[in-house]
């Protein structure tokens, strides 16, 4: 990727991880409109997002479920 | 270390905050001969289990080179920034020589803010090296931040102080380049 190429995915990607999730598909209809390939590339950020946070709440779960066995 | 010695760190460091770069040479190969002896002696003490905690090293580097007494807040900001870089090229040296030397495994190391990444051993740190390498070419800034908060522990308002940026770009850049980072190890890790 492309330094400016990257700056406009950040921005997008940046702007989208603070919205609600129902509301990025609409969002990324209107910033992206017709640029396929880089709406791709801010969803597949996105997904990996929802990774971070998944194991996030995965490891706080096991956290407390080790306490709750002591 | 010598009490003049740790007043030669705080000297080399108020030169080079004030625009001397001279400074820094003179600063890193003691910065990181220290923090190479601290990174080994804690890397001998190998166990299975052993986790190392980079920014308690960087940490106490900064004790140890520096000293508890009143220096500036800014120093010490500047100090981390400069040795988080260092932290990482020993810890990567180190998984290399590893390597090499066909040993497996690696201690685990503790990244601060990096709890959906796992680095388990020296594989997962030489991919972590190599997505940071590659998040740097396309955006410097953000190779630095991350760099800061990985291996220094340095926190966004320390981070926006060492690089006069305001604290909301600090955040947009982290955000945006930890879920980059998570991306490209995710797809490294993938056979």
């Known amino acids: ?70 | 270390m010598p009490a003049n010695e740790s007043g030669k760190v705080t000297e080399l460091l108020r030169h080079w905050k004030q625009g001397d770069e001279r400074a820094l040479d003179t600063l890193l190969p003691l910065l990181y001969k220290e923090l190479r002896r601290l990174a080994h002696y804690h890397l001998q003490s190998e166990r299975p289990d052993h986790t190392l905690q980079t920014t308690a090293l960087v940490h106490e580097a900064y004790l140890r080179l520096v000293g508890a007494q009143s220096v500036e807040l800014q120093n010490r900001a500047h100090f981390i920034a400069v040795a988080s870089r260092l932290m990482r090229q020993i810890l990567v040296d180190y998984a290399r020589e590893r390597r090499a030397s066909k040993r497996d495994g690696g201690c685990r190391i503790a990244f601060e803010y990096l709890e959906a990444l796992s680095v388990k051993g020296d594989a997962e740190l030489l991919a972590l090296d190599d997505a940071l390498n590659e998040l740097s070419a396309i955006d410097e800034r953000q190779g630095k931040i991350v760099e800061m908060k990985f291996f220094g522990g340095l926190s966004a308002p320390e981070i926006s102080q060492v690089l006069g940026i305001s604290r909301a770009t600090v955040d947009r850049d982290w955000a945006t380049a930890r879920v980059w980072l998570h991306r490209q190890m995710s797809r490294t890790a993938r056979p």
Request: some cysteine.
């Open chain 1, 1 to 70: 990727m492309s330094i400016q190429a990257w700056e406009q995915v950040k921005e997008l990607l940046h702007q989208a991880m603070q919205l609600a999730p129902e509301q990025r598909a609409p969002f990324l209809d209107k910033a992206c409109s017709s640029d396929v390939a880089l709406r791709a590339e801010v969803e597949s950020l996105l997904l990996a997002g929802e990774g971070v946070v998944t194991t996030r709440v995965a490891n706080a779960n096991r956290c407390r479920s080790q306490i709750a066995s002591r």
